[in-house]
C-alpha cells in the first residue's frame, strides 16, 4: 500500500514536502445518478421499474471517453474529483450480489484518473433514499425489503418520482427535494437510522430491518474497497478518502407532533402533508393537505388539495411475494398493514392518531430528540460502523464526514472520535438561486443566520446589494467552517457541494448566449469559498450528458459546468475572434465586492423588489444563440496548487483579471518544492501577464512531465508574510473552442502522459 499522497496537518492538506494542498475539485458526475442499460434518466418511464436487471456500467462515461473529460477538466483548473456512484450500481441485482463488471469499469475509470494527476474520494451518493422514492442510491429491493410497494408511490404521494409523471417535462422545478418530507423517505430513512429503537418488530432475516439496511450498505462498499484495493495502484495514490452517506436525513426521528408540520423545517412546495396526513394517504386513505410555493423570502402557503389515493396502499400488499429476494420475514411484521399501525401509532379502525409523539423521545433513555441528538446518536453509530468497514480494506483512509446538512455538526472535539484523518465535508448551496432559478443581484438571506437564531427577526437577514450578497455568502461559509471547528475539533473543510442552476431567466441563455446571470452567480460563489479561506471545494457537477432541454437529467436539474450543447472554453482568448456575448460591466460581482454606488433598494421599496421580474439580471440580447460558453470565464480561475507555509488569503477579481495570494511560512522554499499557483491561459496569455512579488523569484510554465499542459506559475520566496499578484487581461466572455481545436489538445495531454499534482 503506498503512503498517503496527502497528509492531514491540522486544518490543512500537506504533501511530502510540508507544503499545504488545496482541493481544487469538481463532482463528477450527476449522471451516475442512473443506470446506462437501459439508459434511464429521469424523465423516462420504460422499463423504469425493472429494478433488478439494470447496469451501470459507462458512468460516470466510458473507459474510451474518460480521457476527453479528464482532459477537459484537467484544463479547466481542477486537481480533485469527488468520485458519485450509488449503492444501487453495485447491488442493484438483490441482496449481496454485487455487479462485478460495473466495479471493475469503475476501477478502469479510476485509474484513468489518476493518469491525468487527479485525486479522488469517493462518494456514496443518495437523494430522498433512491431513483424509486424520486432520487437516487439505494436499490430497489431495499424499498421491498421495508415493505413499501414504489409502483403505488404517485398515487398515494408517498413520492413524487419523474419517471412515472404524467408529463415530465413540466414536473415541478426542485420538487423532487420534498420527498424527504413524504411517506417513503420518512418511513426508510426512520428505519435505516432507528429501526431499532422506532420499528422492532420489522425483522427480516433475523436482524432488525435498521441492521439489515446498513450491513448491505457498509459491505457493499466494503467490497468495492476491497476490490480496489486487490487491483493495486489505486489506495492512497488515486482515492485518498471516502465520504460518508451524501446528505443523511433523520426521517421521523425528533418529530414532536406527526400532526404538525415542524417548523424547522424550511423546504416546502406542492402538497404538503404533515407525517400524519402521509401516514394516512399511505394507507389508501383521503386527505385535504396544503400546498405551498416558493418565492423570492422563501415558501408561502397557496391553498390545499385532495390527496385521495382510492384505497390503493403504500404498503405491500398480502399478495405480494415475499420470498422473492430470498430474504424471510418475521410473522410479526404482516404485509398489508402500516408498519406504524402495527407499532400502536394510530389505529386504522377509527383513524384515529393515538401516540403522535411517538418519535419525539429516545426510547432508550426517555430523552427529548431534536436534530443535534440524532446527530450524535443515530448518525455518528452509522458513521463509525461506515468508517470501520472502509479502514478494514483502506487502512487509515481519511474519512470525509457529512453530517445532515446545514445541521449543527456532531460534538466530536476531544472524543474518541477525534480522528486526525478526518475531514469536515459540508454543503452549501444559495437556495433563493437554487429554488427560484434567478440570480437576484438585488437582494438575498442569510439561510445559516436565520437558521442558528443569529437575527431577532428573518427581516433582519436580508442583505441587500450585490456586495452585501455576495459578503454574505462569504460570511456562511466562515461560519459553518468556524462551527465545524467548534464542534469536530481542528480539521480540514471541504465543501464537497458547491453550484448553480444554469437555466435561469427561463432558459434565457440559451436562447440568446447571454450568461450574465450565471457568471454573476457563479462568481459570487466562488468569491465566497476564496474569502472564507476553506481547504478545498468539489463544485457541483460534471455531467457528459447535460443539454439544454433535460439539463443533467435527472429530477430537472441543470448545474453542470458541461453541456453538449454550449461551447467549450477557448484555450487561449488571443488565438481566434472574440464573440458578440456581453456582461454587465457595472456588476461588483466583477470586483472585489466594492462598490460606491448606493444600493437601489430601501426598507420602503423592499416590497417591491421582491417581484419577479425584479430578480432577472438579463442585460441586451446582442448575443447570438449558441454563442456563450457557460460561464467558463466564471470558473476557471486561478487557485494556488501547492503553498510553502500556509495561506492567509488568496482571491480572483474577476473584472480586473487580478490574482492575489498572500502566504506566511516558516522557512524559505527549496529549489524542487516552491509555491505553485495554476494560471489558466484564458485569463493569463504568455506574454500578456505581469507579476508582482513581495520578494523571490517566480516563472510561469506550460507543460512539463509533472504538470501536463496546464500553465503553472511557480514561486521561490523567502519566509516570512509574503504575497504576490498575477495581473492578466480584462476581456469579454463568449469566445469559443471548436471540436478540433480540443480534440487536439486532448490528442497532445494522451501523448504527454499529464499529470497534475
Request: hydrophobic share 35%; glycine share 8%; with cysteine.
Amino acid at each position: 500500500m503506498a503512503p498517503l499522497r496527502l497528509r492531514i496537518d491540522g486544518r490543512v492538506f500537506r504533501d511530502e514536502h510540508d507544503r499545504e494542498i488545496t482541493l481544487h475539485g469538481i463532482n463528477v458526475a450527476g449522471d451516475a445518478k442512473f443506470p446506462t442499460i437501459p439508459d434511464l434518466p429521469s424523465h423516462v418511464a420504460e422499463n423504469f421499474f425493472e429494478g433488478d436487471t439494470v447496469s451501470f456500467v459507462g458512468r460516470p462515461f466510458s473507459v474510451d471517453e474518460a480521457h476527453v473529460h479528464f482532459a477537459r477538466l484537467k484544463r479547466y483548473g481542477y486537481n480533485t474529483i469527488r468520485y458519485v456512484f450509488t449503492w444501487e450500481a453495485i447491488e442493484h441485482a438483490g441482496p449481496g450480489t454485487y455487479d462485478e463488471e460495473w466495479i471493475q469499469h469503475t476501477i478502469s475509470v479510476l485509474r484513468l484518473a489518476g493518469e491525468y494527476g487527479f485525486m479522488v474520494f469517493m462518494d456514496p451518493h443518495q437523494d430522498v433514499w433512491s431513483r424509486f422514492s424520486g432520487g437516487s442510491g439505494a436499490p430497489m429491493w431495499t424499498i421491498y425489503a421495508c415493505g413499501l410497494n414504489p409502483k403505488t408511490f404517485h398515487v398515494t404521494e408517498a413520492a413524487l418520482v419523474q419517471n412515472v409523471y404524467k408529463d415530465p417535462i413540466t414536473f415541478p422545478k426542485m420538487i423532487w427535494a420534498t420527498n424527504y418530507q413524504r411517506m417513503a423517505c420518512q418511513v426508510i430513512f426512520t428505519l435505516f437510522f432507528a429501526g431499532r429503537e422506532f420499528a422492532p418488530k420489522a425483522v427480516i432475516d433475523g436482524k432488525n430491518i435498521q441492521d439489515y439496511l446498513q450491513d448491505h450498505f457498509h459491505n457493499a462498499c466494503r467490497h468495492l474497497a476491497q476490490r480496489m484495493h486487490e487491483a493495486g495502484g489505486l489506495e492512497n495514490e488515486i482515492v485518498i478518502g471516502w465520504e460518508t452517506l451524501n446528505e443523511p436525513n433523520r426521517g421521523m426521528i425528533g418529530w414532536h407532533d406527526l400532526a404538525q408540520f415542524p417548523s424547522e423545517i424550511k423546504l416546502r412546495k406542492g402538497s404538503s402533508p404533515t407525517a400524519w396526513q402521509a401516514i394516512l394517504n399511505g394507507s389508501g386513505r383521503a386527505c385535504e393537505v396544503e400546498t405551498w410555493e416558493f418565492g423570492g423570502m422563501g415558501p408561502f402557503k397557496s391553498g390545499s388539495v385532495l390527496v385521495d389515493p382510492e384505497g390503493q396502499s403504500a404498503w405491500l400488499p398480502t399478495t405480494y411475494d415475499d420470498t422473492f429476494y430470498g430474504w424471510k420475514r418475521d410473522p410479526d411484521w404482516r404485509l398489508g398493514e402500516c408498519l406504524w399501525a402495527q407499532h400502536g401509532i394510530w389505529d386504522p379502525a377509527t383513524d384515529a392518531l393515538v401516540q403522535k409523539n411517538y418519535f419525539s423521545k429516545d426510547p432508550r433513555s426517555g430523552k427529548l430528540i431534536d436534530y443535534e441528538y440524532f446527530t450524535n446518536h443515530w448518525f455518528m453509530d452509522f458513521y463509525r460502523r461506515y468508517r470501520d468497514a472502509i479502514r478494514s480494506v483502506f487502512s487509515g483512509s481519511v474519512i470525509f464526514c457529512q453530517p445532515p446538512v446545514l445541521e449543527i455538526p456532531p460534538a466530536l472535539k476531544g472524543s474518541p472520535d477525534d480522528d486526525p484523518n478526518m475531514v469536515f465535508a459540508p454543503h452549501f448551496y444559495d437556495g433563493i438561486t437554487l429554488m427560484t432559478k434567478k440570480w437576484n443581484r438585488i437582494w438575498n438571506v442569510d439561510v445559516f443566520g436565520v437558521l442558528r437564531g443569529k437575527y431577532w427577526s428573518p427581516a433582519f437577514a436580508v442583505k441587500i446589494g450585490e456586495t452585501a450578497i455576495r459578503n454574505c455568502f462569504k460570511d456562511q461559509l466562515t461560519a459553518i467552517q468556524k462551527e465545524g471547528m467548534d464542534y469536530m475539533g481542528t480539521r480540514p473543510c471541504v465543501f464537497t457541494e458547491i453550484g448553480i442552476p444554469y437555466d435561469m431567466d427561463d432558459q434565457y441563455a440559451y436562447k440568446t448566449g447571454d450568461y450574465t446571470s450565471q457568471t454573476l452567480a457563479m462568481d459570487a460563489n466562488h468569491f465566497a469559498l476564496e474569502g472564507s479561506n476553506a481547504n478545498g471545494f468539489t463544485l457541483w457537477v460534471y455531467v457528459a450528458s447535460n443539454n439544454h432541454k433535460w439539463g443533467d437529467q435527472w429530477n430537472g436539474e441543470d448545474l453542470s459546468i458541461f453541456s453538449k450543447d454550449d461551447r467549450p472554453l477557448p484555450l487561449s482568448p488571443f488565438s481566434r475572434n472574440q464573440s458578440t456575448a456581453s456582461f454587465d460591466n457595472t456588476s461588483p460581482s466583477f470586483s472585489q465586492s466594492q462598490t460606491s454606488e448606493a444600493p437601489s433598494v430601501t426598507p420602503s421599496t423592499l416590497k417591491d423588489s421582491l417581484s419577479p421580474h425584479a430578480m432577472s439580471s438579463k442585460t441586451s440580447k446582442s448575443a447570438e444563440p449558441g454563442s456563450g460558453f457557460r460561464a467558463a470565464e466564471a470558473y476557471i480561475r486561478p487557485t494556488p496548487i501547492t503553498t510553502c507555509g500556509d495561506i492567509v488569503s488568496y482571491g480572483f477579481d474577476l473584472r480586473n483579471c487580478v490574482f492575489k495570494l498572500e502566504l506566511i511560512t516558516p522557512s524559505a522554499t527549496s529549489e524542487n518544492a516552491p509555491t505553485e499557483v495554476f494560471l489558466p491561459e484564458f485569463h493569463f496569455p504568455p506574454g500578456n501577464t505581469t507579476v508582482e512579488v513581495s520578494g523571490g523569484k517566480w516563472q510561469i510554465n506550460i507543460g512539463d512531465k509533472n504538470n501536463g499542459l496546464i500553465q503553472i506559475l511557480r514561486w521561490w520566496h523567502a519566509a516570512g508574510e509574503q504575497t504576490i499578484t498575477v495581473k492578466g487581461v480584462i476581456q469579454r466572455p463568449g469566445l469559443m473552442l471548436d471540436k478540433e481545436e480540443e480534440a487536439g489538445y486532448i490528442e497532445q495531454c494522451q501523448q504527454r502522459n499529464c499529470t497534475l499534482m
